[in-house]
């Protein structure tokens, strides 16, 4: 069964770098046929899919935040993780990290089966 566990500040301030790390376990992000993305909920809105790093090392981003948004890993720690720059008050959102299988869509958030728990990152001064 894979989990997935976000971790990063819970505050930001605007105009600098949001950076969210995710942790793999019960599974592996190289090996595991999978799309691992990041999806945010801004408050009273819905799911947003953000961008996704495939088992091979691809990434994908959502073209409303392809130029701010950057997706890595970490293949020795089993991590992914998220780079969102340049925030503003409306980047304030609960942000998951998320996996599915690869044959699929990715930029559905309803066709994701494993989730973290979620993490609330609020950008203000």
């Known amino acids: 069964q894979v989990q997935l566990q976000e971790s990063g500040p819970g505050l930001v301030k605007p105009s600098q770098t949001l950076s969210l790390t995710c942790t793999v376990s019960g599974g592996s992000i190289t090996t595991n046929y999978y799309y691992w993305s990041w999806i945010r909920q801004p408050p009273g809105k819905g799911l947003e899919w953000m961008g996704a790093?495939?088992?091979?090392?691809?990434?994908y981003y959502s073209p409303s935040l392809k130029s701010r948004t950057s997706i890595s890993r970490d293949t020795s720690k089993n991590q992914f993780t998220l780079q969102l720059r340049s925030v503003t008050p409306e980047d304030t959102a609960v942000y998951y990290c998320a996996a599915r299988d690869y044959s699929g869509t990715y930029y559905s958030p309803d066709e994701y089966d494993y989730w973290g728990q979620g993490t609330q990152v609020t950008v203000s001064s």
């Open positions: 790093i495939a088992y091979s090392g691809s990434t």
